[in-house]
Each structure stands twice: as structure tokens, then as C-alpha cells.
């Protein structure tokens, strides 16, 4: 499978709940923290709930 780089680019505060748990689930806690997963289909679904507070690229 692609890996892919997640980084929180935007704060949870003031979210819904369920957004938070996403990020969560994700694995980013604090703003600016990067997380390299694979590119699954669930990943991936998780990804698009939260796009307009993560920064998605291609890992190396």
C-alpha cells in the first residue's frame, strides 16, 4: 500500500466531538504533529471528514 503524511494544520477546539475522535483515531493530538499512515480505504474515509483541518501528502 501508498503511505501517505498527515499533518494537523488547524486546532480541534471548538469542533464537533465526533471531528475530535477522528483526529484521534488518526493519531494527531496538538497542531502541527505529523502522522505517516497507510492508504487505506478507511484511512482515507477518516481523512475526508477532517480534510479542511489536515495537510495530506505523499510520504518519502
Same mark, same amino acid.
Not at 16 to 32: C, F, I, S, V, Y
Not at 41 to 48: A, E
Given at each position: 500500500?501508498?503511505?501517505?503524511?498527515? @499533518? =494537523?494544520?488547524?486546532? #480541534?477546539?471548538? /469542533? #464537533? !466531538? /465526533?471531528?475530535? =475522535? @477522528?483526529? $484521534?483515531?488518526?493519531?494527531? *493530538?496538538?497542531? *502541527?504533529?505529523?502522522? !505517516? =499512515?497507510?492508504? @487505506? #480505504?478507511?484511512? =482515507?474515509?477518516?481523512?475526508? $471528514?477532517?480534510?479542511?483541518?489536515?495537510?495530506? !501528502? !505523499?510520504?518519502?
Amino acid at each position: 500500500m501508498k503511505k501517505i503524511k498527515v @499533518t =494537523l494544520i488547524k486546532s #480541534p477546539i471548538d /469542533r #464537533p !466531538e /465526533r471531528q475530535k =475522535l @477522528t483526529l $484521534k483515531a488518526l493519531g494527531l *493530538n496538538k497542531t *502541527n504533529s505529523s502522522k !505517516e =499512515l497507510e492508504a @487505506t #480505504p478507511q484511512v =482515507l474515509g477518516m481523512i475526508r $471528514k477532517v480534510t479542511h483541518m489536515v495537510k495530506v !501528502e !505523499e510520504a518519502k
